[in-house]
């Protein structure tokens, strides 16, 4: 209480909206938690939230502007969105002088409760990075070497054009992305019509075509069907062919989270992976026989009337 306290007073005197953030966040975990369980989430949430921060160094030289000293520039933080996935985690874009310069994970989202996965942690870096790939690269005897917009368009345009003289428009697939807009989408579906052909697809059909299919078959409805905070007061979580600690790691938060009030977690898998490491109880199946356990467990369950 006295850490909340401090912050807010600082937060009366700084105004700082990620400060008044962490505060909130604080004063909703801190009355139902025992001294154990916030020393272990505020070493995640510090840990995580340092390893974001350092994630995103600075070219400050970008944010200095004629006449200005680094530093003693327009600060803003934007409270924005991370776009890598679906999860909508928030996140606190610090912006100086205009220049996109530093993130932090937002400390009272309901989503990802001040943490980060590391394509999140990196989020800045997808626009910004000083090590974004900037121009075309071929590989060239085992190394890739920089060529020029022309070389790789021309290059590329003669092998498709030599692709379907040989074998028909529709030797070529096209796959989207869940990154473009609506104007993209139409342009590269346009483009594909004129090549010829009907061979365009989302990058979602790969990967999510055939759980909607499972799901609204089974649910019938197309999509998830329980929410976080159904995890968190769930009494028992089984997790059969998932490795959520690196596959889903803000949906393994909650998971932690549910553990510290009570939730029995069980794992199944061939693997003993790291999220079986934070189960209670480890199943470890054959390849291939998920199946076969499944229907064992409904065997049980029938026969025990549960």
């Known amino acids: 209480m006295l850490l909340t306290k401090k912050i807010a007073h600082h937060g009366e005197t700084a105004r700082s909206p990620m400060l008044q953030s962490l505060q909130r966040g604080l004063s909703q975990a801190l009355p139902t938690m025992d001294r154990r369980a916030f020393l272990r989430r505020s070493g995640l949430g510090v840990g995580v939230g340092l390893a974001a921060s350092q994630l995103t160094l600075v070219k400050k ?21 991370c776009t890598h996935c679906s999860v909508g985690c928030a996140v606190d874009a610090v912006v100086e ?33 000083e090590f974004r790939l900037r121009y075309p690269m071929k590989l060239v005897n085992g190394k890739y070497k920089r060529i020029s917009w022309d070389t790789a368009l021309t290059e ?13 428009p529709d030797s070529v697939y096209f796959i989207g992305s869940s990154k473009h807009n609506n104007e993209q989408s139409y342009l590269m579906r346009k483009f594909v019509s004129y090549w010829g052909t009907n061979n365009c697809d989302h990058q979602a059909r790969i990967c999510h075509s055939t759980t909607v299919a499972g799901v609204a078959n089974t649910w019938g409805y197309g999509a998830m069907t329980n929410s976080y905070n ?37 794992v199944v898998d061939p693997r003993f992976t790291r999220t079986a490491a934070k ?10 026989s998920d199946i076969a356990f499944l229907l064992g467990v409904l065997y049980h369950v029938l026969a025990n009337n549960w």
């Open 279 to 288: 189960s209670d109880e480890y199943v470890r199946i054959r390849s291939g």
């Open 156 to 168: 590329i345009s003669e092998k498709m054009l030599e692709l379907k003289k040989a074998s028909g």
């Open 61 to 81: 030289s970008h944010a200095g502007v004629a006449g200005v000293a680094v530093g003693d520039g327009k600060i803003e933080v934007k409270r924005t969105i």
């Open 230 to 266: 159904d995890m968190q007061n769930s009494k028992c979580a089984l997790y059969i062919g998932s490795n959520a600690a690196e596959a889903h790691p803000v949906s393994m938060l909650h998971m932690l989270h549910a553990k510290e009030t009570g939730t029995k977690m069980i």
């Open 97 to 129: 002088n205009g220049v996109w310069v530093r993130q932090e994970p937002v400390f009272d989202s309901p989503i990802n409760l001040g943490a980060h996965c590391a394509k999140g942690a990196a989020l800045r870096e997808h626009g910004h990075g």
